[in-house]
Each structure stands twice: as C-alpha cells, then as structure tokens.
C-alpha cells in the first residue's frame, strides 16, 4: 500500500516522505518532481503558460499513475488533494497522511524558500504571504482533514510517524 503525504505548499512532505522512505525501506516519490520530468517543465512555468486549470488536470492523470507503485511514500503538491476528486480517489489507493502546520509555521517557512518555486506566492510581501496562506488553508483543510491519519508538522519524529503509519497499514490491510 502506498503512503501519500498531503499538506499546505512548505509544510514538509517531501523532507518528510524521503526520511520515511529511508527508515521503512519504501521507495519515495515526489509528485511535482514527476511532473517537471514528465513534462519537461517547470511548474511555475507550466503555470504562466497554460494556467492552474491545465496543471491540476495533467496532476490528477500522474497521480492516478502512482496506483502501479508498490510499497512507496508519495509526496502530493499541496493542491492535490484539493481537485478533480483527488481525495475520494487517494481514500481509495492508498494511505493519506497530513502533515498539519499553523499559519504562522508555514509563513515563516515559505518566506525562507524561493518564492519563485511558488507561483502562488509570486510578488506578494510577507503579510500578503501570511493572508494568503489563512485563506487558502480554508478551502484546503477541509480536503486534507479528511487524509486517514493527521500529523503534527513541526520538528516531526519520522521513527515515531512510521511506528504509527506501520500499525494503521497493517490494521487497514487485515481488513481488505
């Protein structure tokens, strides 16, 4: 069974999902790598050029492709649980985690990075990143409550994570 990692853009899926790959012995994946090498673009790029309808469609289809995978930790772009039934879909294929973070955590965090990797946050100053984020983490929590298991993101224990996910797994496939 795969382990999808779902949470706000900085909140650390991918740092997350490759630690936990390495400690359960599972194959990692980032789904916004997947895209850049599947379509020979960046994703800020993609973006400017064909809008975030085209993206959030061409993301669905490669995340549907994930279903081959076996055994993997996949980390999801922070709006893909959020489109085109996506969530309904992840709640089906595999095991949905959310790395939860507070507003603040994530404003700080994002104001670190690149914006430019970030084309939401594209040209907006730190206040206008912090509204952003309170707005947006709105509409998005509702998908990302919805993930099988919620997580604490702040400095998280991958031992302990895995400990946790290994047992949820291991319940969830006595069942099916």
Partial sequence: ???YLMGYMGCGKTRTGRELAAHSGRGFLDLDTL???????RIP???RQ???AAFREKESALLKKTA???RCIIALGGGTPCFNGNMDWLKSHGFSVYL???VESLAQRLQKQEKQKRPLLSGLSADEVRNHILNHLKERENYYLQADCIWPGENVSVPELWQCLALHIAAREKTE
């Fill in 1 to 3: 069974m795969n382990i």
């Fill in 68 to 70: 081959k995978r076996k």
């Fill in 35 to 41: 895209f850049e090498e599947t379509y020979h673009t």
């Fill in 50 to 52: 064909y809008g975030e």
């Fill in 100 to 102: 939860q973070l507070g």
């Fill in 45 to 47: 790029d993609f973006f």
